[in-house]
């Protein structure tokens, strides 16, 4: 079977920081490059030629599908590739790609989209990991919709009812959640404001609720936040599983920084009912009952989030909870309690379990408490 051609496809306003290190992370395997540039005032449009990308200069108009649908109007190969200028796929695993689309069971099964797997980097240096669509069959009528958090597989579905979507281990690295690139480009700002017109114009599209509850977190409107969250859990319909576990973590995160703790450890309790696998909400919670002064209570918790192992997949979860990182709190947190002998006990297994205990990066400086604590939650 011939290799399937790849374009790819970005949009890009003032990226040149990080622009380069994604060009040349793809460039080995796409075909195309093509760059809608919304009116950077930087040296994007220029970094973008200089891989040979075709560039289109577009006037920003307050859509992210419009600028991203202009891109793949001009994609000429089988299968769309999209990045943003803050990821870069791995160069040890983007090779793989290529092949793995020759495989028959991409056609047999009839896959139309590629779910990739996203290491997502933190202020607090950790890292969490999530599945996200990132590569589809080239089709004239698979095209984004909203303003911003722009979805495309809704549209996937209405043309293609039983098109379906693969998964594989092929990491991309994101940096835009670093709490210095959130403020380099102005996001929370930028989001809160796309998305309250988008309500105006779609009152009942719930998951405009989700996506507006997060970025009111972020900055610090946290009752509007909550009342947001609340709404978008109230009608889950539609949502992915992937949605609807987020919305239930950045309502917790909501309680927390409203130091409702006791709202809060409760709140975990039945998502934990809902959802046993998900080790997080042990996290969340520990914290809560910390909180509170009831560290027995915290360390017993723990050890069900030690019990259940990580995550599945399908759930975005934090790099090591289930594993290395809650034998690492539950080191600390008696070590707090001055039980040595436990301490040592879990801190030692943390150190035998496996090779990615430690994540690090360029540490930003001067941001708020609340932007660190939230930058982990991702979604």
Request: aromatic letters at 10%; glycine letters at 6%.
């Amino acid at each position: 079977m011939d290799t399937p051609s790849i374009s790819l496809c970005m949009i890009v306003k003032n990226e040149e920081p990080y622009l380069a290190q994604c060009l040349s992370s793809a460039q080995s395997i796409v075909d195309e490059i093509i760059v809608v540039d919304t009116g950077s005032t930087d040296r994007s449009a220029a970094i973008a030629s200089d891989f040979g990308a075709k560039v289109i200069h577009q006037p920003w108009d307050d859509s992210f599908s419009n600028a991203r649908n202009r891109g793949l109007e001009e994609a000429t190969c089988e299968w769309i590739l999209w990045l943003d200028a803050d990821e870069a796929l791995d160069r040890n695993e983007a090779l793989k790609l290529k092949e793995l689309l020759t495989r028959d069971t991409v056609r047999e099964q009839q896959i139309e989209g590629i779910e990739l797997l996203f290491h997502n980097y933190l202020d607090n240096s950790s890292m969490e990991r999530s599945y996200v669509l990132r590569l589809v069959r080239n089709r004239p009528t698979y095209r984004f919709e909203g303003r911003v958090h722009e979805q495309i597989y809704a549209v996937m579905l209405h043309h293609t009812p039983n098109c379906r979507l693969g998964r594989v281990d092929v990491t991309v690295h994101h940096y835009g959640y670093l709490i210095r690139n959130m403020i380099r480009q102005n996001k929370v700002k930028r989001n809160t404001s796309l998305l309250r017109k988008a309500l105006e114009e779609y009152p009942n599209y719930w998951q405009y609720h989700y996506y507006l509850g997060t970025e009111l977190l972020k900055a610090n409107e946290l009752e509007d936040g909550l009342a947001h969250l609340n709404t978008a859990l109230a009608h889950p319909e539609g949502f992915t599983l992937t949605v609807i576990v987020s919305a239930h973590r950045y309502r917790i995160l909501a309680l927390w920084l409203m130091k409702r703790y006791e709202d809060m450890v409760e709140q975990c309790s039945e998502n934990m009912t809902e959802f046993p696998a998900y080790t997080d909400l042990y996290h969340y919670k520990a914290e809560g009952l910390i909180a509170l002064g009831r560290v027995d209570q915290a360390a017993h918790v723990l050890r069900e989030a030690l019990n259940v192992g990580p995550a599945p997949e399908d759930y975005p979860s934090m790099a090591g909870y289930g594993s290395y990182l809650t034998c690492i709190e539950l080191g600390l947190l008696y070590l707090s309690a001055g039980n040595q002998k436990e301490s040592d006990f879990y801190l030692t297994l943390a150190s035998l379990m496996g090779e990615d205990t430690r994540i690090t990066f360029e540490e930003p400086s001067n941001h708020n408490d609340n932007a660190s604590y939230l930058s982990h939650v991702g979604h």
